[in-house]
């Protein structure tokens, strides 16, 4: 049975109790955070702090524990529950309060939870043989780059996709792809470019994306941030997503049309392997 962390104490999960007067039950007043963990050590832990805090910043939200106490929480619960392998979830949320649509007080403590989940992520069957990718159109809200619980919609998506057999979603606005139901999108075209959606309020700030587009220019690929449309997602010689928990995962098809040779490319096989080299030796 896991240890979990809630409101400054450790405990088993079955003994874990929040209030159905929280906001993030309530309202889904939430954000949140995926920390992978690879050799029983945190995958840029400092990257997801710094995108957390944005997100409290963004939602008029406080959270009166600092950074170096969430690494101590994170390295206990790693320790507690020997993980090697797998990802620690952290969520935050406005606090318990009787139900309105206004905000409670400004003293109202916040809510922290966090618990862990054992995943296999280096050898990943996924990645091996690359995915299948639907499109739906993006419904979410306008402010997809606040890391929100409000994952109604993607989890649909995502549902959606795999009802016609596939693995994932990449949502489409006004004819461009933003991003995948949970990760980002990547085309790369037969100059060898690597194109991403460009950062905004409609796409979530990855700190996997980061990561991985500086491993590229590392590599000396060429890289281009914009919006690009599924015919010319179709048309790429390679497409790829990136997330904390799959890192780099190829994509083979798009609505059913192969993309390139149908394989995992050798871009994406590169950033893959240079992104897991990397983030081991950075590890904390």
């Keep these: 049975m896991r240890t979990v962390y809630v409101n400054g104490e450790f405990v088993a999960e079955d003994e874990a109790k929040v209030s159905i007067f929280d906001r993030g039950f309530l309202f889904a007043d939430s954000v949140y955070e995926v920390t992978s963990v690879l050799d029983g050590k945190l995958i840029d832990f400092a990257g997801h702090c710094r995108r957390l805090r944005r997100s409290l910043r963004e939602l008029q939200m406080t959270l009166r524990v600092s ?25 935050v949320t406005r606090g318990a309060a009787d139900r309105d649509f206004a905000f409670p007080p400004e003293d109202t403590p916040a809510t922290l939870v966090l618990f862990t989940q054992i995943k296999g992520l280096l ?25 929100t619980v409000q994952l109604l919609f993607p989890s649909l998506a995502k549902m959606e996709s795999k009802s016609k057999g596939g693995d994932d979603a990449w949502l489409v606005r006004d004819g461009l792809v933003t991003e995948g139901s949970s990760n980002n999108a990547y085309i790369v075209l037969d100059n060898g470019t690597i194109v991403t959606r460009d ?25 281009e941030e914009r919006p690009f449309t ?14 904390a928990s799959g890192f ?5 098809e798009i609505d059913g049309t192969t993309i390139g040779s149908g394989e995992p490319g050798p871009v994406a096989s590169k950033l893959r392997e240079v992104y897991i080299t990397e983030m081991r030796k950075a590890a904390i």
């Design 67 to 91: 950074d170096e106490e969430l690494l101590d929480i994170h390295r206990h619960l790693v320790e507690k529950n020997e993980i090697e392998e797998g990802l620690i979830y952290m969520q």
């Design 230 to 243: 599924i015919e010319e997602a179709k048309d790429a010689v390679e497409a790829f997503s990136t997330s």
């Design 199 to 223: 950062l905004s309020n409609l796409i979530l700030h990855g700190i996997t994306r980061r990561a991985v587009l500086e491993c590229a220019r590392h590599l000396q690929m060429k890289v």
């Design 123 to 147: 050898d990943s069957p996924l990645a091996a043989r690359g995915q299948k990718i639907f499109t739906v159109e993006d419904q979410r809200w306008g402010r997809c780059d606040i890391k």
């Design 248 to 252: 780099v995962c190829p994509v083979i």
